[in-house]
């Protein structure tokens, strides 16, 4: 498993420790994000293409954490879904890689690391978003409609405005809609909110064409021959 050696040693124990290796989707796109590359994922359902989009971005927060003795409270990492169950879903399956790698921390002797995870859609409740103004989290997890709305607020723009990873799941459902057209918009305010390019993730089993698949991730920006 070569791939994990570019992981922070708590990552690649956790993940040894848990799967018996990396799926083909994941040691393709590991290395490109690590590399702040776009990345677009289409591989079949139960290929780990959701560990595939966020175990680099964990890593990067994780080696961060570990240097600095602690996160800052700031965003990372975006996660898109047009599914609101979905959205919850995701969250409830990143306790799993966050409680195990602070665990590995602790076997290894080295600081914590607590990775904060929050879901904003239209059902969070009014504390939890005043929680998140006061407190960002470092890792938000929304739809399209709630992402519109927080860049529409300064207090969301602030709180997104330290975004370096955005990853957009189920991507196929958003091309050639109105929902699409609006999360295009919405991804190119976060960019020029967050004042750097931001690197980009699609995830989803069918992509057809998957060039213009490709295209709405990215936007009109031209894609150079390394995917930048």
Not at 155 to 162: A, E, F, I, Q, Y
Request: proline fraction near 6%.
């Amino acid at each position: 498993m070569a791939v994990l050696s570019s992981f922070h040693p708590a990552v690649a124990n956790w993940f040894s420790r848990t799967f018996d290796a990396p799926t083909p989707p994941q040691e393709l796109a590991w290395p490109a994000i690590q590399a702040q590359r776009h990345v677009l994922i289409a591989a079949p359902t139960g290929s780990g293409k959701t560990l595939a989009a966020f175990l680099a971005a964990i890593d990067a927060l994780v080696r961060e954490g570990v240097e600095a003795g602690g996160l800052a409270d700031e965003t990372h990492v975006v996660y898109v879904s047009p599914l609101k169950a979905l959205s919850n879903d995701i969250q409830r399956n990143l306790e799993a890689p966050l409680g195990g790698i602070r665990r590995e921390l602790e076997i290894l002797g080295l600081p914590d690391v607590d990775i904060r995870t929050f879901v904003r859609t239209g059902d969070t409740p009014q504390g939890e978003r005043t929680a998140a103004r006061k407190r960002p989290p470092h890792i938000v997890v929304t739809t399209p409609e709630s992402l519109y709305i927080l860049l529409g607020s300064e207090s969301g723009r602030k709180m997104l405005s330290t975004t370096r990873t955005v990853i957009v799941d189920e991507i196929h459902a958003m091309v050639g809609t109105k929902r699409g057209l609006h999360l295009a918009l919405s991804l190119e305010r976060l960019e020029a909110v967050a004042g750097r390019k931001l690197t980009r993730v699609g995830l989803s089993a069918t992509q057809k064409p998957i060039e213009e698949v490709a295209r709405f991730l990215v936007g009109t920006r031209q894609i150079d021959a390394n995917g930048r």
